[in-house]
């Protein structure tokens, strides 16, 4: 019996080929752990960060900067940022416009692929100012900064759960799960271009989040309604550059990473968990891995010439995890129809693809 070839199958066959040969590394560009200070703690991008005020000054530590225990209760290994003015009822009256900042550009521009990740703690504070804001960097350009807040909460009765809201300059998204007050929270954002697999043209923005279990799939993923293309600019922690004065950060933050490239939920988790994946991850080259057949029915084979037991990690395409192998032979016989991401990781080498399962 002949099968028949649609035109969306074969779309797909055509996406997930090419796909073979866009295998993608996850470099550590930035870290700060705040162990009692603010430097740097690995990653390409070794600036030690700076405290700053709403008018460029840079600014003291006291009153408003504190070192305290981070998520384990390590001592000193969190960086704690207070209002800098009264409240009222439990809002802020006062600007809160103190927030940490690298000296040079950041690495990661344009369209590039990244992941943000960090343990926050926010108190339980109305906020009717703007928002929280967490990481940023770029300029108030369409498409050209790249942000991640918390939404604001209306003191009135919260109209706003204080979701995670990510934005380009132009267009942001939100989840709908309110990031809980005064508990640790773990927050990752990854951004995944088309070129690196994405099957969205504007890419795809995903954010993960926990207060310590394991993710198994995003809070919300959606396409940006602009074109990413972040200018290079320092990067800043605790701030929204589109409002200096009303979204500076408030609460505790740890461990916060920057890589480039997006990570997969497996990764994700090691992160999560303060493993490090390190500078020394690479993408496979072009002969170094070999994933068939491409339309799978039964059996996926992997041969790499990579020393090391290839570690497998199979995604459905809203990020959940469906199955993990350490073998060269996958069974998808139990997994439905359709398309799934595959990672790849062996020895210091490591890389995504798509395959089509009938």
Do not use: C
Request: proline share 3%.
């Amino acid at each position: 019996m002949k099968t028949k070839i649609t035109f969306f199958k074969t779309v797909f066959l055509i996406t997930a080929l090419f796909a073979l040969t866009i295998l993608q590394a996850q470099t550590l560009v930035a870290h700060y752990e705040f162990n009692g200070d603010l430097t740097s703690s690995g990653g390409t991008y070794s600036d030690d960060l700076t405290p700053h005020s709403a008018n460029d000054g840079v600014t003291t530590f006291s009153p408003f900067f504190t070192y305290t225990n981070d998520n384990n209760s390590n001592s000193n290994a969190a960086v704690n940022i207070a209002l800098t003015g009264a409240t009222s009822g439990g809002n802020p009256t006062e600007d809160r416009p103190l927030h940490l900042r690298g000296t040079n550009n950041f690495s990661i521009s344009g369209g590039s692929s990244r992941t943000y990740a960090m343990w926050i703690k926010v108190p339980a504070i109305g906020d009717n100012n703007n928002g929280i804001g967490l990481i940023d960097n770029g300029i108030t350009s369409a498409g050209e900064r790249f942000t991640m807040l918390l939404n604001r909460v209306d003191g009135n009765g919260g109209v706003t759960p204080r979701a995670v809201n990510v934005g380009v300059n132009g267009w942001g998204t939100s989840g709908t799960t309110a990031v809980a007050e005064d508990v640790w929270t773990f927050i990752a954002m990854t951004y995944l271009n088309n070129t690196d697999g994405s099957p969205d043209a504007n890419g795809t923005i995903s954010v993960y989040l926990t207060d310590g279990a394991d993710v198994t799939t995003s809070d919300f993923s959606a396409e940006p309604g602009q074109v990413i293309n972040t200018a290079s600019t320092p990067l800043y922690i605790g701030m929204s550059i589109n409002n200096f004065v009303k979204r500076g950060f408030i609460g505790d933050m740890a461990d916060v990473r920057v890589y480039e490239g997006a990570l997969s939920v497996a990764q994700i988790n090691q992160v999560k968990n303060g493993s490090t994946l390190g500078v020394e991850d690479e993408g496979f080259a072009e002969n170094e891995l070999k994933v068939f057949p491409n339309t799978v029915t039964d059996y996926l084979n992997i041969k790499t010439s990579v020393s090391g037991r290839p570690h497998i990690t199979v995604y459905d395409l809203v990020g959940k995890v469906v199955k993990k192998d350490f073998s060269e032979k996958i069974d998808m016989r139990d997994l439905p129809s359709g398309l799934y991401i595959i990672n790849v990781r062996a020895g210091n080498k490591a890389g995504s693809l798509k395959i089509i399962k009938e």
